[in-house]
């Protein structure tokens, strides 16, 4: 049995809980290494103290459960079976009565919340969010080894964009590129909509992309990451067309220096709020802390945003083994946008950075 699920199986038994179902896609790739989305349909790992677990999942994805590796009995429902009525019949095979039940409130809806309890009347649901965090906040090498890869094609794919920029370009035009390029390397998912975003839209932290052209003088900003056996990437860097003015150059140079010795501190002991004040009182003793919005960076595996998330009220101790990103931005409308963003793995004395495409200021003629 692998060590996630007996590291769940422990802590199963020491809150004496007597069952768990787990159905989020990524806490069942996690657990057992098969990765689906299931859509509408019930997909999930069922973990106990002592039986041996078992995934349920649509009977289409029967197959390619058992290539992942999975060891144990999978379940599989067709499209007209009651999959409730499987789950219900296989747990209560292995466990005579159900006291506490472990599921992840947080994905679960209220409709199938209700179908767990009318089968499993009288337990009490324990959240089991928080456990799975915990386990997926350290990485091991393995995990590390895919992130870097993840790391590396995210890099790849911020080049092909900048390659691509040329007056009358439009944001689409770039990404369609981007993900082009990606593909023939045999990326066929991104971890999030691939972002470019240019001129005034770049001053929008989540803009959306669309028909906007390069112009001259634009600062031009890429944020996207692709999804690598399971497991994410997420890089963001800025460059500008043919020239920058004064405040544009200013701008640029703050948030470089707020990423840098944001990254620099990282090692472990110091603090997620530490960190994030490191690099917000740079942005703010430069005048612009108003148009920093949001959070320095956040967890980063099989889920894009993951926990931890690295704020400044945040007193979680970094550890050896996390994974982050170190992402400070200013957006100031109608003037720049401007945003430096790397993926970084904390080890013993510091800090490995897994994103390395340049940060200078680049100006693409």
């Known amino acids: 049995m692998n060590h996630r699920l007996l590291d769940f199986k422990e802590w199963l038994k020491q809150k004496n809980i007597d069952s768990a179902f787990i ?3 990524e806490n069942v790739f996690y657990l ?6 299931p859509h509408e349909r019930l997909l999930g790992v069922a973990v106990f103290q002592d039986a041996e677990p078992f995934l349920l999942c649509p009977s289409l994805d029967v197959h390619d459960a058992k290539a992942s590796g999975w060891e144990y009995e999978i379940i599989g429902c067709s499209d007209t079976d009651n999959p409730w009525e499987q789950l219900e019949k296989n747990i209560k095979k292995r466990v005579n009565h159900i006291n506490k039940f472990a599921l992840e409130k947080e994905h679960v809806n209220v409709e199938r919340y209700e179908q767990l ?4 009347n009288g337990a009490q649901f324990i959240a089991a969010e928080e456990k799975l965090r915990q386990l997926r906040l350290i990485k091991d090498d393995k995990e590390k080894e895919i992130l870097k890869k993840a790391a590396e094609f995210a890099d790849f794919a911020v080049q092909v964009g900048v390659n691509e920029i040329q007056e009358g370009k439009t944001e689409l035009d770039i990404i369609a590129a981007i993900e082009y390029e990606l593909k023939k ?6 971890s999030f909509a691939t972002m470019v975003l240019t001129g005034a839209n770049a001053a929008s932290p989540h803009g959306n992309p669309g028909l906007t052209k390069i112009k001259k003088g634009d600062l031009v900003l890429f944020d996207l990451g692709v999804v690598y056996k399971g497991y994410c990437s997420d890089i963001t860097r800025t460059v500008a067309y043919d020239h920058v003015n ?3 150059e200013k701008i640029y140079n703050i948030v470089l220096k707020a990423e840098v010795e944001a990254v620099k501190a990282i090692k472990p002991g110091i603090t997620a709020k530490e960190l994030d004040n490191i690099a917000r009182n740079i942005i703010s003793e430069a005048g612009y802390g108003d148009f920093f919005p949001h959070r320095l960076g956040h967890g980063l595996g099989i889920g894009v945003h993951e926990y931890p998330s690295i704020t400044n009220t945040n007193e979680l101790i970094i550890q050896e083994g996390m994974v982050f990103t170190v992402e400070p931005g200013i957006y100031v409308p109608n003037i720049a946008g401007v945003r430096i963003e790397d993926d970084v793995f904390v080890t013993k004395n510091g800090v490995d950075i897994l994103t390395s495409y340049p940060k ?3 100006i693409i003629k």
């Open 23 to 25: 159905t989020s896609t």
């Open 32 to 37: 057992s290494g098969f990765h689906s989305d």
């Open 117 to 120: 309890i009318n089968r499993f």
């Open 185 to 190: 390397k045999g990326i066929s998912e991104m």
């Open 246 to 248: 004064d405040e544009q």
């Open 360 to 362: 200078e200021l680049q």
